[in-house]
């Protein structure tokens, strides 16, 4: 097959599952997971049934591929906020002047991206899924493998800001990672953004080095 046939071949179911998932996206919004159904999405997106078929073979294999694609960008915008950038370096430096300690790039400035973006997503996203099948979607193995990659992900920033000094390391990096996504879950029964900010904030002083204790050798004593 020509190269050229196959790339708009590609294009073309490109732009067909686009559709599909924005149909989707629309009725589940209206009215949740259980308002989706074949005969609805085909009208929503303009696409006879017998080409939603060749797809997807019923409806639960749609809202699982829809749900999996929600997951999937969800971690990549998680993903990209624990990435250092110039924005989040400005970030830290001006989080460090008004908290008094350091958030710098490869300290606690990155983290607190990632978990502001984590704790957004979980306040505003889906706001409507609820029910049997929601939760038969949140059990599929891409939630759980996603979730893992996030745990591991986390884990690793919070192993580099060890090593720099940023982050306490009289606990392992993954069950911090784990007690940090644990504590931001409750940003689903918050609803104000000040109420987000201080949950935040409790959880970046959680991750904050710990004092030396008195008397230890690395103190100086005045006396």
């Known amino acids: 097959m020509p190269r050229l046939w196959t790339d708009t071949l590609d294009a073309h179911k490109k732009a067909v599952r686009e559709a599909i998932f924005t149909a989707v996206a629309d009725l589940v919004a209206e009215g949740g997971p259980a308002a989706v159904t074949m005969s609805g999405v085909a009208g929503r997106s303009g696409i ?16 699982v591929a829809w749900h999996e694609r929600v997951i999937t960008a969800h971690l990549d915008h998680v993903e990209q906020a624990l990435r250092p950038t110039a924005d989040n370096v400005q970030l830290g430096t001006a989080a460090s002047a008004m908290a008094g300690h350091a958030t710098g790039p490869d300290g606690l400035a990155a983290l607190r991206s990632a978990l502001q973006a984590y704790a957004h997503l979980i306040a505003h996203s889906d706001p409507v899924l609820g029910g049997e099948i929601a939760a ?13 990659r996030l ?15 940023g982050v306490r390391d009289d606990v392992p990096p993954a069950e911090l990672a784990v007690y940090c996504l644990s504590a931001m879950s409750a940003a689903r029964r918050l609803s104000e953004p000040a109420a987000l900010d201080r949950l935040l904030d409790l959880v970046i002083v959680a991750l904050q080095p710990t004092s030396p204790p008195r008397g230890d050798p690395g103190t100086v004593n005045s006396g």
């Open 151 to 165: 745990v591991e992900l986390l884990a690793e920033r919070l192993r580099h800001s060890q090593g720099l000094g």
């Open 48 to 63: 006879g049934r017998a080409t939603l078929y060749k797809y997807f073979p019923d409806i639960e294999a749609l809202l």
């Open 136 to 148: 038969r979607l949140h059990r599929t193995d891409h939630v759980r493998s996603a979730e893992q």
